[in-house]
């Protein structure tokens, strides 16, 4: 049996975790509002095969993502090494407003909160004499062909020597601009596009520092497309299920020992170049 650990509460989270404790995995399910997460829990574990369990997880709160990380490493679950770790938590600013508060929150949120949850995480995914999955859903949304081409933070984050503290700074810059109002400094307006540009950084460079300690963690993005959820305020048109199709794929090693791709339909993207 599978043991996966898993967060984000509905939309496309449930259908991945209703995906993969259908194929008898244990899912640990995370979300911020408790009551919320317990009865997701519980109404699937009596559908699937699998057994799914609940633990509460704020992705902006390092208190939070601490006691999940004991709780892994301790195997407070009962479910053995982590084979996989999905990091679908992600914020989006509804209408056209771009603030320096919205372009704070979605970093915060959709790079921020992936960095420091799978930092936490990776040691229970190196423990693991199998090899593990690190998947992050990002999006297409995170096109770095939409920054200036003459900005040198295009090159910078799809750099292959991009360190941690760069890509933090680079981040920071953007909301700094923002901030500053006016000139963006070749940003795109999109504060929910350069976060998932970040976050897909993130992907690239943890991929290289695995690969490089030979840890047998499997680390990928993935886009699930434009799905109808609450963030898309309903008008995707894929379902839920067709959006988790690609991160259930990678989670249970569709990319085999390819680390760092960026994937959409099961088919990698060029993240370099853009798309």
């Known amino acids: 049996m599978g043991k996966w650990m898993h967060a984000l509460l509905h939309g496309i989270g449930l259908a991945i975790t209703r995906a993969l404790a259908t194929s008898g995995a244990t899912v640990v399910l995370t979300a911020r509002n408790s009551d919320l ?119 910078r984050l799809a750099a292959t020597d991009l360190g941690q503290a760069e890509l933090d700074r680079l981040a920071d810059s953007f909301v700094e601009a923002v901030e500053a109002g006016g000139d963006l400094r070749g940003w795109p307006r999109t504060a929910y596009g350069v976060s998932k540009m970040a976050a897909t950084a993130q992907v690239r460079l943890l991929a290289r520092e695995e690969a490089a300690a030979g840890s047998g963690v499997v680390v990928s993005a993935c886009c699930p497309g434009y799905v109808n959820t609450d963030m898309t305020s309903g008008r995707g048109h894929l379902t839920v299920e067709e959006g988790a199709d690609t991160p259930v794929w990678l989670a249970s090693g569709g990319a085999g020992t390819r680390s760092g791709g960026m994937w959409a339909e099961r088919k990698e993207l060029d993240f370099a170049k853009g798309w």
């Open 37 to 155: 997460g317990r009865a997701a829990a519980e109404s699937l574990s009596a559908s699937v095969a699998g057994k799914v369990v609940f633990h509460p997880l704020d992705v902006t709160s390092s208190s939070s993502i601490a006691a999940l990380a004991d709780a892994v490493s301790s195997n407070a679950f009962g479910a053995g090494p982590l084979d996989a770790l999905v990091c679908n938590a992600g914020w989006a600013a509804k209408g056209s407003a771009f603030t320096p508060d919205i372009a704070r929150q979605s970093l915060d949120v959709n790079y921020k909160g992936v960095r420091d949850v799978s930092r936490a995480l990776l040691p229970a995914l190196r423990a693991n004499p199998g090899g593990s999955q690190l998947v992050v859903v990002s999006s297409r949304s995170g096109n770095v062909g939409q920054i200036a081409a003459d900005a040198p933070q295009r090159a």
